[in-house]
């Protein structure tokens, strides 16, 4: 497992904010790109999403350059964030590069940092247009790049799939503003359980359904899961498909009061895979350095209402950690904190042929809600058949 993947310190950068309207303001274009340039995105937008796990805190990048209507390179930014995309296609492009089109899906960087820029890369390799999908919002970009390919000739074009390529990096994005991109995994019955009265839970959904969330904890940064989950349950919290097992996700536990046991696998192998334990303040030191002595990272943050530790204060210290993507994942208390503050970007919620009745566990707490206008609202994505399961994808509308 790669240190510089899995750490809970990805990143020492500082939390950086958008570009002002002060910046190097550019525009994306307003002429309609034609079919082969929408299809080499579609590619370069694919690759790109090779990386989204794997690369934090770096934006997830895919990059194919075309020649005379063939593919001659593909890159993708890889695992800990270098080399980015731009980088490894010109590699493979060799001199066929030379008087090609580039397709990134994001502005290719413009600032020396412990590679060169990209752009510059793209203008000495002698790339004559480029396609990027959607500008880079980190100021130390943020049109640069672009104009610095505008200065070496090159024809620098933005806007091709943008919606597409800022879905892609939405973590990346939501990072600049201090928190990471939200995923909420819930898998129930039919009518909403995530278990009987007796705790039963295994399993709801079947073997396909379960293979698919192993997927999304590799294209997750972190994994959280509140600590009456981590206790009834005993998770490991790994990816366990076939040749991904490194890319499992920091695990993140919510547990205000430090309940965990200290002989909980969690705590048992967080030397193998980072773990950290969020807590809200009145925590005794003795049993803080417990866990810090069995590896596990405790971190403090202002409680909310219920004692708990805040929502919006866990993904904030994520955020400045480096993490880009969060995967929710298990208890209805944990699920009912994040919906309530508004946190929850995605939710994929998997559904098994079963029903449990009113005496089953839900899979959301009370939110506490009197009126159905304050309801937080989700707008229906996809929908995935897995074997006899259905996957529904839905994203905040409001």
């Known amino acids: 497992m790669s240190a510089t993947l899995r750490s809970i310190a990805i990143s020492a950068k500082p939390r950086i904010s958008r570009p002002s309207s002060g910046g190097w303001p550019v525009r994306t274009t307003t002429e309609r790109f034609n079919e082969t340039d929408r299809r080499h995105m579609t590619a370069a937008l694919t690759l790109a999403r090779r990386g989204l796990g794997n690369v934090a805190p770096n934006p997830a990048v895919g990059c194919v350059i075309v020649r005379e209507g063939i593919v001659v390179g593909r890159g993708w930014t890889q695992p800990g964030g270098r080399p980015h995309a731009e980088t490894e296609a010109l590699a493979r492009a060799g001199a066929l590069a030379r008087g090609a089109t580039a397709y990134v899906t994001l502005e290719p960087c ?40 505008k200065a070496a000739g090159i024809v620098a074009e933005v806007g091709c799939l943008e919606q597409e390529a800022q879905r892609v990096n939405a973590g990346f994005f939501g990072r600049l503003d201090g928190r990471p991109l939200v995923t909420l995994k819930l898998a129930t019955s039919l009518d909403g359980c995530i278990a009987t009265r007796t705790g039963d839970s295994q399993w709801i959904t079947g073997e396909q359904a379960r293979a698919r969330a192993h997927l999304m904890r590799a294209q997750h940064d972190a994994i959280m899961i509140g600590v009456g989950t981590a206790i009834a349950d005993n998770p490991q919290l790994t990816c366990r498909l076939p040749g991904l097992a ?66 919006a204060g866990m993904m904030k210290h994520l955020a400045e950690k480096g993490v880009t993507r969060v995967m929710v994942e298990g208890g209805g208390q944990l699920a009912a904190s994040v919906i309530h503050a508004r946190l929850v970007d995605l939710l994929f919620w998997f559904r098994g042929p079963v029903v449990i009745g009113e005496e089953g566990r839900a899979a959301v707490a009370a939110l506490g809600l009197d009126k159905l206008a304050r309801a937080p609202t989700y707008a229906l994505d996809a929908v995935e058949r897995l074997g006899d399961d259905l996957l529904e994808i839905y994203r905040l509308s409001r």
């Not at 950290?276 to 409680?303: D, H, I, K, T």
């Open 110 to 149: 413009s600032h020396h940092g412990k590679t060169g820029p990209c752009a510059e890369a793209l203008a000495k390799a002698g790339i004559a247009r480029v396609v990027a999908a959607t500008i880079d919002p980190d100021p130390r970009v943020a049109g640069r790049g672009i104009a610095l390919l």
């Open 246 to 311: 490194q890319r499992s996700p920091v695990r993140v536990v919510a547990d205000g009061r430090l309940r965990l046991p200290l002989t909980h696998y969690l705590v048992r192998t967080a030397r193998e895979v980072p773990t950290v334990l969020f807590c809200a303040p009145g925590n005794s030191p003795e049993r803080r350095n417990a866990y810090a002595q069995a590896g596990v990272e405790v971190v403090e943050v202002a409680a909310d209402a219920c004692a708990r530790p805040d929502p």
